[in-house]
C-alpha cells in the first residue's frame, strides 16, 4: 500500500547529520578535508595576486625615486650656473657646502 503521510519516510524521520555522519564517515571526512584544500587554494591564490600587487607598487616607487632624484640633481645643476655667474664666489662656496652635505641621491643608472 502508498504511503500516505506525505514525508517520503513511510512515517519514520529521516536521520540527522551526526548520524548520518557516523554512518558515512570516510565521506564526511573527505569532504572536510577537500574543503581545507579548496580553502587554502584560495589563500595562495590571493597571496599570489598580492605579491604581484607589492611588485608592481615596487616598481612605481623605484621610478618615481629616479624621477626625484633627476629632478634633484637638474635643480642643483640649475643653481650651480647661477652661482658661477655671480663674481663674488659667496653663493658658489655656499652651495658647495650645502651639496656636500646634502648630495642628490644617486640614479638606478648610476648604480649599476
Not at 548520524?19 to 569532504?31: P, S, T, Y
Not at 577537500?34 to 611588485?55: C, E, N, P, V
Not at 616607487?61 to 663674481?87: F, H, I, K, P, Y
Amino acid at each position: 500500500m502508498a504511503d500516505v503521510s506525505g514525508d517520503g519516510f513511510g512515517g519514520r524521520r529521516p536521520p540527522g547529520l551526526l548520524a548520518n555522519a557516523a554512518k558515512r564517515k570516510e565521506g564526511f571526512v573527505q569532504l572536510f578535508l577537500m574543503a581545507g584544500i579548496f580553502m587554502m587554494s584560495l589563500r595562495s591564490l590571493g597571496q599570489k595576486h598580492r605579491l604581484r600587487d607589492l611588485a608592481d607598487d615596487a616598481a612605481d616607487l623605484r621610478r618615481e625615486r629616479e624621477g626625484l632624484s633627476l629632478r634633484m640633481r637638474d635643480l642643483q645643476d640649475a643653481l650651480r650656473r647661477e652661482a658661477d655667474a655671480d663674481a663674488s664666489g659667496a653663493l658658489a662656496s655656499h652651495l658647495r657646502r650645502i651639496f656636500t652635505a646634502h648630495p642628490a641621491p644617486a640614479t638606478a643608472a648610476e648604480d649599476q
